[in-house]
């Protein structure tokens, strides 16, 4: 949805590191979020009447009008109705092609620190605790702040919507990118602006994951910008009405661009994970 937003805005020609491109990518995750806080549920348990919609609404080609038209359609915080720190979480994304360009995407989650803290007797692995991922009331935030929609209530047998965007970008049926990362909905808006940057703007991976990210989730209703986006930036997106959070980081990433005509591989971990912890 959000890439879809951003071909419909042309957000490629907006320069990158500009006030514009950062007030543009704020408001689209915004719309995205109120989507996904609109939609997202166990498809097992959808109407596919309701499930056709959201995957075609996910799908749909879009125009510039269409930011404006769906910002006039948010919920509000009152509509629903305080909100923990964020902490220490423990998700892992690991990305792996092979020498035939065969690739696979993976995100792992514990949700937040070893997970519920239980641990399964002889296989050596722990339990999650993403029943924080469901919503468990209207108004009530998870770990993350976000707030989630209706579809999404907690409910016996259902499998809780989820942030982690494990992607595989392909061209012409060869995979020319492979991302995904860790951050609960903070990894959807560092996954776009660094699919933007490499494939919008033309600069490389290294350059794309470095810099500096913007993250909207629609509630709270406020702009996050990574300390490294410039003061001016963030001024003027105060002066236009954002109510402006400065956060050490936004999403950790790791990612696999390919070069479609020689095959060159570049790998890379986000280097905002030393600062992770
Ligand atoms: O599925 C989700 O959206 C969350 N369980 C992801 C949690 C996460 O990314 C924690 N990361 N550091």
């Avoid at 510039?64 to 769906?70: E, F, K, T």
């Avoid at 954002?242 to 971990?269: F, P, S």
Wanted: charged share 25%; hydrophobic share 40%.
């Amino acid at each position: 949805m959000a890439l879809g937003l951003l071909d419909g805005l042309r957000a490629w020609e907006l320069p990158r590191g500009s006030f514009e491109r950062y007030e543009t990518l704020a408001r689209v995750f915004r719309v995205a979020f109120a989507y996904e806080h609109r939609m997202c549920g166990d498809p097992d348990f959808l109407d596919p009447a309701r499930l056709e919609e959201a995957y075609a609404s996910s799908e749909a080609s879009m125009t510039a009008d269409d930011l404006p038209r769906l910002e006039t359609m948010l919920p509000t915080i009152e509509s629903l109705r305080g909100a923990p720190d964020k902490a220490r979480q423990c998700t892992t994304h690991f990305c792996v092609i092979d020498r035939e360009g065969m690739a696979v995407s993976n995100t792992y989650t514990l949700n937040t620190m070893f997970g519920s803290k239980l641990a399964v007797g002889g296989a050596g692995f722990i339990l999650n605790n993403c029943l924080d991922d469901f919503r468990i009331a209207a108004d009530v935030p998870n770990w993350y702040d976000l707030v989630q929609g209706d579809r999404n209530q907690l409910r016996p047998f259902h499998r809780p919507a989820s942030s982690m965007t494990p992607t595989l970008v392909v061209k012409d049926g060869r995979v020319e990118m492979i991302i995904g990362g860790s951050g609960g909905p903070r990894i959807p808006t560092a996954v776009v602006q660094t699919i933007l940057g490499v494939l919008g703007d033309g600069v490389s991976l290294g350059d794309a994951l470095r810099g500096p990210r913007v993250h909207h989730q629609l509630f709270p209703d406020e702009t996050a910008l990574e300390v490294s986006v410039p003061d001016p930036i963030a001024d003027e997106l105060a002066r236009r009405g954002h109510k402006i959070a400065r956060v050490t980081q936004l999403g950790v990433c790791a990612a696999v661009k390919r070069n479609l005509e020689n095959d060159e591989i570049a790998a890379i971990l986000d280097p905002r994970f030393g600062d992770f912890w």
